[in-house]
């Protein structure tokens, strides 16, 4: 028996690289911005335990065009490499320094917030790059090198001068990418990818107008003076500590998520957990009514503040995507496509861990404040009961939040709701009849019938109401739902007996003929009204089940 190591040579890697490690080749930029980033974190991390002797000062990351030489630059501050470190951690295709890294410095660095993974982002500049050229000069004290490779195998690697530490990408931008050359282009992906990263990113200057001197004469100008143009803000409100953050701050983390919308968010809710495993973001409750869609602004998902994706579907529960805000985790895979998200065990995890934040949420809302939880009902109701369907977890610890408003605006949670009617409205066979009207207008007059009989009606009247309450049939004993509408009203044990109406049997019955007469449908009922307290002389009903299948 023989055995080998199989020989993956770069030049089959390669076109590999190009043709099918990201569907996205825009995403280069971010796999360099994360490098340049890593570098830099981890100089801060080797000052903070002392084994780096430098001035780390307030690094930056530069990106600039040049749009003439057709190159675009990716400068930082970081930690740079010798020329031993180019040859082990570029050469070698797939071996990850970031790993290396969090490896070495296990037990310090593990909250250093280091992006890097697989050991491939360096690799997608040849995406968008005929050649990349990497000028780099060690903390330690070392020469600069420079390695340049044209995407064959082949490089080259030499001495060269670097005054300052650090690293300075240079991809030289192809024929069919010149795209990356424009600055709105650039711009753009800076904005989706690197807003909330944690290193400064510089592009370009801004003018910006300083302060008038109070003694300042009236016509006076305002001075101007060019400054570094930041793009992104490092310190984003979901990595700052719950207790450092004011209502206000949340709403400003709201406009400068999504910088179109207008309406303050109903609720707030900021995850941040370390075991089993670590997450950190901040969910807001949209004011939805009764609006199922959110295309835009939807959940954004960051690895170390780097964006992943705001494509979720399939990666959080249905229910959440209607919720805005940010998840952040470093177990979510910065690398992979949506179908590996969807099927990755941590990003199950986390979800579900959400899933059971939100229901706790909700139930401490509730319990602090049930006025003003009762007010914003109506606009997260979807949410809830959304969630409650989909959701076997949420549908558990629901009865602490869930509300059931009747047609008079009271709110009841189930508890409260049973109590309330469990004298008065059960059937023959001892099941709770709930009553609901769907359209408070369109069904008035069998509301006001109902009402007159001493029965609450419910007013449910989210697009999923039909779900919900085949899923609480399904799951509480003994009870049963009506429309207002609905025959079952007739089969209510009622307590007191109605009055007996002004009319004789004869009248009834001759009423009776008359108005069935009128209905050609048989499946309707026709049922006569004490004439004092209700609004109709009678009502025509339909059996549940019927009305049901025209529903769903
Ligand atoms: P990963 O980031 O997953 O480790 P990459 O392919 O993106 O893999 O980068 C490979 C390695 O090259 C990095 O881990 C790091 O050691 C080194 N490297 C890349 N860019 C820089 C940089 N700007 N400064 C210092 N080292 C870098
Ligand atoms: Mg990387």
Known sequence: MTKGNINVSVENIFPLIKKFLYSDHEIFLRELISNATDATLKLKHLTNIGEANVDYGTPQIEVKIDKEGKKLHIIDQGIG?????????????????????????????????IIGHFGLGFYSAFMVAEKVEIITKSYKDEPAVRWICDGSPEYSIEETDKATRGTEIILHIAEDSTEFLEESRIRELLLKYNKFMPVPIKFGTKTETLPLPEDAAEDAKPETKEVDNIINNPTPAWTKAPSELKDEDYKNFYRELYPMQFEDPLFHIHLNVDYPFNLTGILFFPKLGNNLNI????????????FVTDEVKGIVPDFLMLLRGVIDSPDIPLNVSRSYLQADGAVKKISSYITKKVGDKMASLINENREDF??????????????????????????????????????????????????????????????????????????????????????????????????????????????????????LIRKDEPVISKLNEEEKETLKKTVEEGISDAKFTVQLEDLDSSDAPFIITQPEFMRRMKDM
């Open 295 to 306: 295309e835009k602004d939807k959940i954004q998902l960051y690895q170390n503040q780097v």
């Open 374 to 491: 009762e007010k914003k009902w109506n606009d997260i109701k979807i949410v809830i009961e959304y969630g409650m369907i989909s959701e076997d977890k949420f549908y558990d610890k629901s009865d602490k939040f869930a509300l059931y408003p009747n047609v008079d605006g009271k709110y009841f949670l189930w508890s409260e709701l049973e109590e309330k009617i469990k004298a008065n409205q059960t059937d023959k066979d001892g099941n709770l009849v709930i009553l609901y009207a769907s359209d408070e207008h369109d069904q008035h007059s069998y509301v006001q019938a109902a009402k007159d009989k001493g029965y609450e009606v419910l007013l449910l009247d989210s697009p999923i109401v039909p779900h919900l309450i085949q899923k609480l049939e399904g799951s509480k004993e003994k009870i049963q739902f009506a429309r207002v509408d609905a025959d079952h009203i007739n089969n």
């Open 81 to 113: 490499m010798t020329g031993e470190e180019v040859e082990k951690y570029i050469n070698q295709v797939a071996f990850s320094g970031a790993e290396e890294f969090l490896e070495k410095y296990k037990d310090s660095a593990k909250d250093a917030g």
